[in-house]
């Protein structure tokens, strides 16, 4: 079992991005926006978490907890009786805030296409290198060096 913890897409199903509903590092903030605003949560005004009874609510509590460094119970006492619309705000925030200088970095990179190209091309050396010695090897064991 893996100690990361469980997040469900937003439409309270298991994450998947050929569901279409999880968040994309490269979308934008107002895109973000858009997706967490059409989460699934339910209808109880007061914000608690309780992944039990709970997990859509309970999720976006997470996934705002994970991003400010917090815990869920402190993120679901600050909405309080906010109700949905506001923890959908509040996780809006937390995940675009966590997410802001990452999109930044990858639009620098995404702009410096020499660079990657030059980056691609040592990764590739380096990945035919080491896929030759393997070959080699099985090579030698198999007795087919001629």
């Known amino acids: 079992m893996s100690s990361s913890p469980l997040l469900l897409?937003?439409?309270?199903?298991?994450?998947?991005?050929?569901?279409?509903?999880?968040?994309?590092?490269r979308a934008s903030e107002d895109?973000?926006?858009?997706?967490?605003?059409?989460?699934?949560?339910?209808?109880?005004?007061?914000?608690?978490?309780?992944p039990v009874n709970r997990p859509e609510v309970s999720s976006l509590l997470l996934t705002a907890a994970l991003c400010r460094g917090t815990t869920p119970a402190a993120v679901a006492a600050e909405v309080?009786?906010?109700?949905?619309?506001v923890l959908k705000a509040v996780v809006t925030e937390a995940v675009n805030e966590h997410l802001r200088p990452?999109?930044?970095?990858?639009?620098?990179?995404?702009?410096?296409?020499d660079h990657l190209r030059a980056v691609l091309a040592v990764g590739n050396e380096h990945a035919n290198a080491v896929a030759q010695a393997t070959l080699s090897r099985v090579q030698e064991a198999l007795g087919m060096t001629y």
């Open 9 to 25: 897409g937003t439409d309270g199903a298991k994450m998947s991005k050929s569901a279409g509903n999880a968040i994309a590092l």
């Open 31 to 50: 895109q973000t926006a858009k997706l967490i605003r059409s989460a699934k949560t339910d209808a109880q005004r007061r914000i608690t978490y309780d």
């Open 80 to 85: 309080g009786d906010g109700g949905a619309a």
């Open 102 to 113: 990452l999109r930044a970095r990858r639009r620098e990179l995404a702009d410096a296409d």
